[in-house]
């Protein structure tokens, strides 16, 4: 009888101007990448909503990535710094709600960082498989 | 520090009537008859258990609510007419309410005059005639009064004074609310007035008055032009009874802080949250009584996904919402129908926040940490 | 900014809160004055402006806009003219206790036998020394004092959160809480515990026998309902047969209904030779009246409602009017002051008290 071995769920959220170009330059280039991870592209890392990393975590994510442009360099004036900031209030927040806050990261890849990019998604799959399953996805 | 005075109604019949000689009951007279504002909102007191908002305009309904109600744990910021200059009497989570819904454009505070009342702390109702049938077996029906002095809980009945210390009170489970235990803002420094009995020299019956914005001094010059007040110089020494005072009272709420808050650094933290929000049932109390929260009627966090989830949307949102706003004032846990200790909940979150980022809600008028970008796009 | 005290008309829990009014608009605020409920609510409570904002009828007589006094006139007329064996009066509990006394006189002058709060069918077929058992129940204080408590048949984080509140603070200071479905267990062991079910037309009468038998040696037994007033109603003795039943017959031909609330009887309705309602709010049901008298809405009545834990609570309004044309129906013999003393004489209290749990089980 085979036992289903837990993989690590990511979800990753990547700015359509920079890393989601980036990750498609990881595939391209036949990056090894572990399939742990699936992609919402979003017009800015600033749009994406504290509440849906939130219910990521909520809907079974084991890690949440937000991936946008190097700071100087956002496609929106400075939307980047806003994403830094709620990343930074974000991880305080998961800390005490009793998540580990390794499971959420914020990493800036440019559209041409694909080496970066698959790097990334190797380290932090690793790291969600030394933490395990987040406790705060629904009952399995 | 501002300026400090001690100051009384030149009324005697206010003087004697209001607490601690009338001040604040002389100051919004005052202000009213000076035309600095149109109305007032205070506290009506119905009896010594209930008190409601009053907004008015009226010298006599004026007079009539003078002294502070304890066990009245209003948040008065919520009943601030829109488009119209107020003066309200506030206690430091009013203050911080009124400046908080300010920043969201809830409330104009140029419209406002915050007289200050400084704050030990409120009691629910209910528990507090409890209290009184319970440890001094009285009808809660016979109580003329009650009042909190020089870490005393005094009960003023028909049949007599009764006493006892607040901390034994408070060990068998009376006493003031959870949040204002922990509350460690005691003088509303954020306010246009502060007034209290700390540094009062004893048998003067007299307030302490702290003068903290331009607005202030506008008040306490309404007093003096209409001949309401009368007042002296608070000495080094007075001034220095009340820091003392309020200094022993933070360490106080220190204390029960640790205290409280130790129970969630006790068990698993996610567990707690998952136990705690897990009774929520979203009748949405905490969201409508919540002075910092903008959207009210409405708000979509309600109706945010909840099935299966471990915690509801709802309650994750609010967390992360409030996280740089919450002021602590203990609205949510005291309408919580089931029973959810809210404030502690979301005041474990802020204060994180406020250590993180050395910035407190309702303070001044700069923006929330989460309107603003952070500098250098650090991470 | 008017504050009003008043109760909240959702279940029989009857929670303490405010009505603001500022002119025409109507807000709910928390009281937390309130021993019921320490100013919390549930959802009903907290939508509650939303509920009294529903449309009001207008007086009419068969479909017609009439005066007030014409719709009372006419309904006196036709209650005389109807087979007093054929007319039913049914107060489905959403009335003070003053308008549901009225409401008995006014069946009693007209020789009407047929009463029913909803509940009647129970009632009559439960031995008289356990009926007071099935009105009031017991004090929150006492719920959360239990040792153990037997929650039967009924999801009070659905129904009533202010009651789970009590049991969840019992729980906390070691109390044994079960939910019992007696359809799944053989017998019920209640002894010394503290027993929770719901009473509402629904209930199977077996359920209800099986409690109270088993139940003797229960600490106490709490039957909520779901109308604000069904306790007081039941204790005004407002109930005699079971009206429901007796129009599927077609038993019943004439019906007098106060403060209905839509339900399964409503397709019935319209085969009946005479319907009267008396209401505070438009529903269906005032919508197919052959006459409607409307009162005011729930919060603006003077009078009084008994709540589960046996409190008498003030509703918080001062309009009479209501409990004025029932008694004007009769032949205006009686006056409100009348009726009032009437409900505290038969409830036995000297007046409205919060703070009194004023009517117990008078067991154990």
């Not at chain 1, 949440?64 to 209030?89: D, F, K, M, Q, S």
């Not at chain 2, 949250?273 to 309600?302: F, M, Q, T």
């Not at chain 3, 959403?94 to 006014?106: G, Q, V, Y």
């Given at each position: 009888m085979a036992i289903e071995r837990w993989e690590p769920k990511i979800l990753a959220f990547c700015c359509n101007w920079c890393s989601y170009a980036g990750a498609d330059v990881a595939g391209v280039e036949r990056r090894q990448m572990p399939p742990s991870f699936r992609i919402i592209r979003v017009?800015?890392?600033?749009?994406?909503?504290p509440c849906w990393v939130l219910e990521a975590f909520l809907e079974g994510a084991d890690g949440v990535l937000i991936t946008g442009c190097h700071p100087g360099e956002c496609h929106y004036l400075n939307t980047n710094y806003h994403t830094a900031r709620r990343y930074r209030l974000l991880r305080i927040f998961i800390e005490e709600l009793g998540l580990e806050p390794d499971r959420l990261r914020l990493e800036w890849i440019s559209a041409t960082e694909g080496i970066k990019f698959a790097e990334v998604i190797r380290d932090m799959t690793e790291k969600i498989r030394a933490l395990g399953p987040s406790r705060l996805g629904p009952e399995r | 520090m501002g300026k400090c005075y001690l100051a009384w109604a030149k009324d005697p019949e206010i003087r004697q009537k209001?607490?601690?000689?009338?001040f604040v009951t002389a100051t919004l007279l005052a202000a009213l008859k000076e035309g600095l504002v149109e109305r007032v909102l205070i506290v009506r007191r119905i009896d010594e258990f209930e008190g409601v908002p009053l907004l008015t305009d009226d010298p006599e309904e004026v007079k009539s609510c003078s002294s502070a109600h304890l066990a009245a744990p209003l948040n008065l910021s919520s009943y601030i007419p829109p488009g119209e200059r107020v003066a309200v009497t506030v206690k430091p989570c009013d203050a911080r309410a009124i400046i908080e819904r300010s920043k969201r454009r809830q409330i104009d505070l140029e419209d406002i005059y915050m007289v200050g009342l400084n704050c030990g702390g409120t009691f629910m109702p209910v528990r507090t005639m409890e209290a009184v049938s319970d440890l001094f077996g009285l009808d809660p029906g016979d109580v003329l009064g009650f009042e909190v002095s020089k870490g005393k809980f005094l009960v003023e009945a028909r049949s007599g004074t009764y006493t006892l210390p607040m901390v034994e009170l408070e060990r068998m489970g009376y006493g003031r609310r959870d949040p204002c235990r922990y509350c460690n803002i005691n003088i509303p420094v954020m306010a246009d007035l502060a007034c209290g009995d700390a540094g009062v020299p004893p048998g003067m019956r007299a307030t302490f008055v702290e003068i903290l914005t331009d607005k202030g001094d506008e008040l306490f010059e309404a007093g003096i032009k209409t001949s309401m007040i009368e007042f002296e110089e608070a000495g080094e020494e007075e001034i220095e009874t009340r820091v003392r005072t309020d200094r022993r009272m933070s360490e106080d709420a220190d204390m029960w802080w640790d205290e409280l808050s130790s129970m969630i650094d006790e068990v698993d933290h996610l567990s707690y949250y998952i136990n705690e929000l897990g009774r929520c049932i979203h009748c949405g109390s905490c969201k409508i009584v919540c002075p910092v929260c903008a959207c009210k009627d409405d708000a979509k966090c309600l109706d945010m996904g909840r099935e299966g989830y471990r915690i509801s949307l709802y309650n994750l949102i609010r967390l992360f919402h409030l996280m740089d706003s919450c002021i602590g004032c203990g609205q949510c846990e005291d309408v919580c129908p089931a029973d959810i200790p809210l404030t502690m909940i979301h005041q474990r979150f802020e204060r994180r926040m406020e250590k993180e980022l050395g910035y407190r809600p309702g303070f001044e008028m700069s923006k929330p940490p989460l309107q603003e970008p952070e500098p250098g796009g650090k991470v | 900014m008017e504050f009003i005290q008043s109760v909240c008309p959702g279940c029989c829990i009857n929670c303490g809160l405010y009505i603001v009014r500022s002119g025409e608009e109507i807000k709910v605020d928390y009281r937390k004055r309130s021993p019921v409920n320490e100013g919390k609510l549930c959802k009903f409570g907290v939508d509650l402006s939303r509920y009294y904002a529903k449309e009001r009828p207008e007086p009419t007589v068969d479909g017609k806009e009439v005066d007030l006094e014409t719709a009372i006139g006419e309904a006196a007329e036709r209650l005389k003219m109807a087979s007093s064996a054929e007319t039913g009066f049914l107060c489905?509990?959403?009335?003070t206790n003053e308008e549901i006394l009225a409401f008995k006189r006014l069946a009693e002058s007209f020789g009407i036998e047929n009463i029913d709060c909803t509940l009647s069918k129970h009632i009559i077929s439960t031995p008289e020394d356990l009926k007071p058992t099935l009105s009031v129940g017991v004090p929150f204080k006492s719920i959360e004092e239990a040792d153990r408590i037997i929650l039967i048949s009924i999801n009070p984080s659905l129904q009533y959160p202010l009651l789970l509140r009590r049991v969840i603070r019992a729980e906390k200071k070691g109390a044994e809480v079960v939910m019992l479905n007696p359809a799944e267990s053989e017998s019920l062991e209640l002894e010394g515990a503290v027993v929770i079910s719901e009473i509402t037309q629904k209930t199977d009468p077996m359920l209800i026998k099986m409690i109270l038998e088993a139940g003797k040696d229960a600490r106490s037994i709490c039957f909520m309902k779901p109308h604000a007033n069904l306790t007081g109603a039941m204790l005004l003795g407002f109930?005699?047969?079971d009206i429901s039943e007796k129009v599927k017959l077609g038993e019943i031909r004439s019906l007098f209904l106060l403060d209905p609330v839509p339900g399964d009887m409503d397709d019935l309705l319209?085969?009946?030779?005479l319907l009267i309602v008396q209401a505070g709010m438009k529903t269906r049901v005032s919508e197919v009246a052959d006459i409607t008298i409307p009162s005011p809405r729930f919060f603006e009545r003077e009078g009084t409602v008994v709540n589960i834990e046996g409190r008498v609570l003030p509703v918080g309004g001062t309009s009479r009017a209501g409990v004025e044309s029932l008694l004007k129906i009769m032949?205006?013999?009686?006056?409100f002051e009348d009726v009032r003393r009437g409900v505290w004489e038969v409830l036995g209290v000297d007046g409205a008290n919060e703070d009194l749990i004023a009517i117990t089980q008078g067991r154990r």
């Amino acid at each position: 009888m085979a036992i289903e071995r837990w993989e690590p769920k990511i979800l990753a959220f990547c700015c359509n101007w920079c890393s989601y170009a980036g990750a498609d330059v990881a595939g391209v280039e036949r990056r090894q990448m572990p399939p742990s991870f699936r992609i919402i592209r979003v017009m800015c890392s600033g749009s994406v909503d504290p509440c849906w990393v939130l219910e990521a975590f909520l809907e079974g994510a084991d890690g949440v990535l937000i991936t946008g442009c190097h700071p100087g360099e956002c496609h929106y004036l400075n939307t980047n710094y806003h994403t830094a900031r709620r990343y930074r209030l974000l991880r305080i927040f998961i800390e005490e709600l009793g998540l580990e806050p390794d499971r959420l990261r914020l990493e800036w890849i440019s559209a041409t960082e694909g080496i970066k990019f698959a790097e990334v998604i190797r380290d932090m799959t690793e790291k969600i498989r030394a933490l395990g399953p987040s406790r705060l996805g629904p009952e399995r | 520090m501002g300026k400090c005075y001690l100051a009384w109604a030149k009324d005697p019949e206010i003087r004697q009537k209001g607490g601690s000689g009338g001040f604040v009951t002389a100051t919004l007279l005052a202000a009213l008859k000076e035309g600095l504002v149109e109305r007032v909102l205070i506290v009506r007191r119905i009896d010594e258990f209930e008190g409601v908002p009053l907004l008015t305009d009226d010298p006599e309904e004026v007079k009539s609510c003078s002294s502070a109600h304890l066990a009245a744990p209003l948040n008065l910021s919520s009943y601030i007419p829109p488009g119209e200059r107020v003066a309200v009497t506030v206690k430091p989570c009013d203050a911080r309410a009124i400046i908080e819904r300010s920043k969201r454009r809830q409330i104009d505070l140029e419209d406002i005059y915050m007289v200050g009342l400084n704050c030990g702390g409120t009691f629910m109702p209910v528990r507090t005639m409890e209290a009184v049938s319970d440890l001094f077996g009285l009808d809660p029906g016979d109580v003329l009064g009650f009042e909190v002095s020089k870490g005393k809980f005094l009960v003023e009945a028909r049949s007599g004074t009764y006493t006892l210390p607040m901390v034994e009170l408070e060990r068998m489970g009376y006493g003031r609310r959870d949040p204002c235990r922990y509350c460690n803002i005691n003088i509303p420094v954020m306010a246009d007035l502060a007034c209290g009995d700390a540094g009062v020299p004893p048998g003067m019956r007299a307030t302490f008055v702290e003068i903290l914005t331009d607005k202030g001094d506008e008040l306490f010059e309404a007093g003096i032009k209409t001949s309401m007040i009368e007042f002296e110089e608070a000495g080094e020494e007075e001034i220095e009874t009340r820091v003392r005072t309020d200094r022993r009272m933070s360490e106080d709420a220190d204390m029960w802080w640790d205290e409280l808050s130790s129970m969630i650094d006790e068990v698993d933290h996610l567990s707690y949250y998952i136990n705690e929000l897990g009774r929520c049932i979203h009748c949405g109390s905490c969201k409508i009584v919540c002075p910092v929260c903008a959207c009210k009627d409405d708000a979509k966090c309600l109706d945010m996904g909840r099935e299966g989830y471990r915690i509801s949307l709802y309650n994750l949102i609010r967390l992360f919402h409030l996280m740089d706003s919450c002021i602590g004032c203990g609205q949510c846990e005291d309408v919580c129908p089931a029973d959810i200790p809210l404030t502690m909940i979301h005041q474990r979150f802020e204060r994180r926040m406020e250590k993180e980022l050395g910035y407190r809600p309702g303070f001044e008028m700069s923006k929330p940490p989460l309107q603003e970008p952070e500098p250098g796009g650090k991470v | 900014m008017e504050f009003i005290q008043s109760v909240c008309p959702g279940c029989c829990i009857n929670c303490g809160l405010y009505i603001v009014r500022s002119g025409e608009e109507i807000k709910v605020d928390y009281r937390k004055r309130s021993p019921v409920n320490e100013g919390k609510l549930c959802k009903f409570g907290v939508d509650l402006s939303r509920y009294y904002a529903k449309e009001r009828p207008e007086p009419t007589v068969d479909g017609k806009e009439v005066d007030l006094e014409t719709a009372i006139g006419e309904a006196a007329e036709r209650l005389k003219m109807a087979s007093s064996a054929e007319t039913g009066f049914l107060c489905m509990g959403n009335s003070t206790n003053e308008e549901i006394l009225a409401f008995k006189r006014l069946a009693e002058s007209f020789g009407i036998e047929n009463i029913d709060c909803t509940l009647s069918k129970h009632i009559i077929s439960t031995p008289e020394d356990l009926k007071p058992t099935l009105s009031v129940g017991v004090p929150f204080k006492s719920i959360e004092e239990a040792d153990r408590i037997i929650l039967i048949s009924i999801n009070p984080s659905l129904q009533y959160p202010l009651l789970l509140r009590r049991v969840i603070r019992a729980e906390k200071k070691g109390a044994e809480v079960v939910m019992l479905n007696p359809a799944e267990s053989e017998s019920l062991e209640l002894e010394g515990a503290v027993v929770i079910s719901e009473i509402t037309q629904k209930t199977d009468p077996m359920l209800i026998k099986m409690i109270l038998e088993a139940g003797k040696d229960a600490r106490s037994i709490c039957f909520m309902k779901p109308h604000a007033n069904l306790t007081g109603a039941m204790l005004l003795g407002f109930y005699g047969v079971d009206i429901s039943e007796k129009v599927k017959l077609g038993e019943i031909r004439s019906l007098f209904l106060l403060d209905p609330v839509p339900g399964d009887m409503d397709d019935l309705l319209s085969d009946l030779d005479l319907l009267i309602v008396q209401a505070g709010m438009k529903t269906r049901v005032s919508e197919v009246a052959d006459i409607t008298i409307p009162s005011p809405r729930f919060f603006e009545r003077e009078g009084t409602v008994v709540n589960i834990e046996g409190r008498v609570l003030p509703v918080g309004g001062t309009s009479r009017a209501g409990v004025e044309s029932l008694l004007k129906i009769m032949g205006g013999e009686m006056d409100f002051e009348d009726v009032r003393r009437g409900v505290w004489e038969v409830l036995g209290v000297d007046g409205a008290n919060e703070d009194l749990i004023a009517i117990t089980q008078g067991r154990r």
